[in-house]
């Protein structure tokens, strides 16, 4: 099973996805951020302001959210805003390449945690 949270900024989807993680068995926090920042890495030769508006990003993510569901056998809790809500079109908050330059997935907060793959 693959639990989606999705809602604007700041409106509690990670907290609730980890207070899920902690209470149900067999269960997997996945932050498909991830697979944006592996694009914004590797796309840096194309203009886009958004990864979640690249065509492969739209792609990747159910296929790497549906494979590592399937080899690990558990439940996977996802939590992201997406641009689709017109509400964040215009959020300060967007998925940058300056912001992701500033912010390595290593040092990325949900990561120094350890609990999101």
């Not at 639990?3 to 207070?19: M, Q, S, V």
Request: positive net charge.
């Amino acid at each position: 099973m693959i639990i989606w949270l999705n809602g604007t900024f700041g409106a509690g989807k990670t907290t609730t996805a980890r207070e899920l993680a902690r209470i149900m068995p067999n269960a997997r926090l996945f932050d498909p951020e991830m697979v944006g920042y592996l694009l914004m890495e590797y796309l840096k030769d194309h203009d886009f302001s958004d990864f979640q508006e690249l065509p492969p990003w739209r792609t990747l993510v159910p296929v790497v959210t549906s494979e590592i569901a399937r080899f690990t056998g558990q439940h996977l809790l996802a939590a992201l805003s997406t641009t689709a809500d017109p509400a964040t079109l215009a959020a300060p908050h967007r998925r940058s390449r300056k912001a992701f330059e500033s912010c390595p997935s290593k040092n990325h907060p949900r990561n120094r945690q350890g609990s999101l793959i």
